[in-house]
């Protein structure tokens, strides 16, 4: 069972449509962030979180790339897990179906940046390969505010140098946005900052067809 305010999918899905990014405050109900939020901090008490990389070789630059991460498991004993996968599969079944995408995977990781780490700017889908349609992300941090930093900056697509948004990543923020289009950063935090980030493929469609544009139904 699906956990999404129907009024903000609906919402996210015409912002969607018209600027190839959206952000909601209620698409995801706050019990549930809150428990996500605890089961961050678990993962991180059982040393569960591990530096991140990039590129295909997941190489480790700090430099560029500085979270550490914990991919979510299906298999999890961790229920919020469960229920946030639930609900993106349902997020992924209502764009599939506006957008007429081939969506047919989906994968995420808790990630936690600590004071002075940041990603620099970048795309999610530079290699056509990795079947990236959609990038999702689901902030996790209570009582955040603006002197926390820490904030996901989004960049035109065509105007790469041109800052659309500044998103704070407080508790319940969820943004999601076209992963081959749209590059953004995360900026350093002075405090532990943590996130849910995760990506909706097309795991089926040769290159040439990933290259298409979006359509709506």
């Not at 903000?8 to 015409?14: A, Q």
């Not at 298999?75 to 609900?87: C, I, R, V």
């Not at 941090?141 to 704070?168: Q, Y």
């Not at 943004?175 to 980030?197: C, G, K, M, N, Q």
């Amino acid at each position: 069972m699906h956990t999404l305010n129907e009024q903000s999918l609906h919402e996210t899905l015409d912002t969607m449509t018209e600027y190839g990014w959206a952000q909601s405050d209620r698409l995801l109900p706050a019990a549930l962030c809150e428990a996500l939020y605890v089961e961050a901090l678990e993962h991180e008490r059982r040393g569960d979180l591990l530096p991140a990389g990039i590129g295909l070789g997941r190489e480790e630059r700090p430099d560029v790339r500085g979270d550490r991460i914990h991919w979510l498991d299906r298999e999890s004993p961790y229920p919020a897990e469960h229920a946030f996968l639930s609900a993106m599969e349902h997020l992924m079944t209502a764009l599939r179906e506006h957008f007429r995408l081939g969506l047919n995977a989906y994968e995420a990781h808790f990630a936690s940046y600590a004071v002075g780490r940041a990603y620099q700017k970048h795309v999610d889908r530079f290699q056509a390969q990795n079947g990236r349609e959609i990038s999702t992300v689901l902030f996790l941090n209570p009582n955040w505010s603006a002197a926390d930093g820490g904030c996901l900056r989004i960049f035109h697509p065509e105007r790469t140098d041109e800052v659309m948004a500044t998103v704070e990543p407080k508790l319940g923020t969820f943004v999601l946005f076209r992963s081959r289009d749209i590059p953004h950063e995360v900026l350093p935090p002075a405090r532990t900052r943590y996130s849910i980030a995760g990506w909706m493929k097309n795991m089926d469609a040769p290159a040439a067809l990933l290259q298409g544009t979006w359509s709506r139904s």
